[in-house]
């Protein structure tokens, strides 16, 4: 069973940073799409960003692009999400996703995984 634990979350000041990690366990972490989403308080989950089992592919959603990095570690089994210049918009349980597709296209809208989230929420 694969399993997708998050951490990282907290509350941070507007313009801040944060960096959230998900690791992985249970499966083949290298073959996996990984994605990172978000859920605001009475919103929809939306896609925030993913990336390919090679790290050749990235996509973000255009309300985190140019603020948002992500990235993974294929040795260590974990992908990580770069936060910067961090708004109240931005408060949200931030939960990791994986496929074994492999790529970003299915891991963006339908992936097999998920993690259970972690909390971040920015103050202005």
């Known amino acids: 069973q694969v399993q997708l634990v998050e951490s990282g ?5 507007a313009g801040g940073s944060l960096n959230l990690s998900c690791a992985v ?14 859920q605001a308080r009475e919103k ?7 990336i390919s089992r090679s790290t050749l592919f990235t996509n973000y ?11 993974r570690d294929n040795a260590k089994n974990t992908m990580s999400l770069q936060m ?13 996703a994986a496929d074994p597709s492999g790529g970003t296209l299915i ?4 992936p097999s995984w998920w993690g259970q989230g972690t909390q971040v929420t920015v103050s202005s």
């Open 107 to 110: 891991v963006s809208s339908n």
């Open 44 to 50: 929809d989950r939306e896609f925030v960003a993913a």
């Open 84 to 96: 910067n210049m961090l708004t109240p918009e931005d408060t949200a349980v931030y939960s990791c």
């Open 61 to 71: 959603a255009d309300s985190v692009k140019g603020r948002f990095t992500i990235s």
């Open 25 to 38: 366990s249970g499966g083949t972490f290298r073959n996996y799409g990984m994605a990172w989403f978000r």
């Open 9 to 13: 979350g907290r509350l941070v000041q």
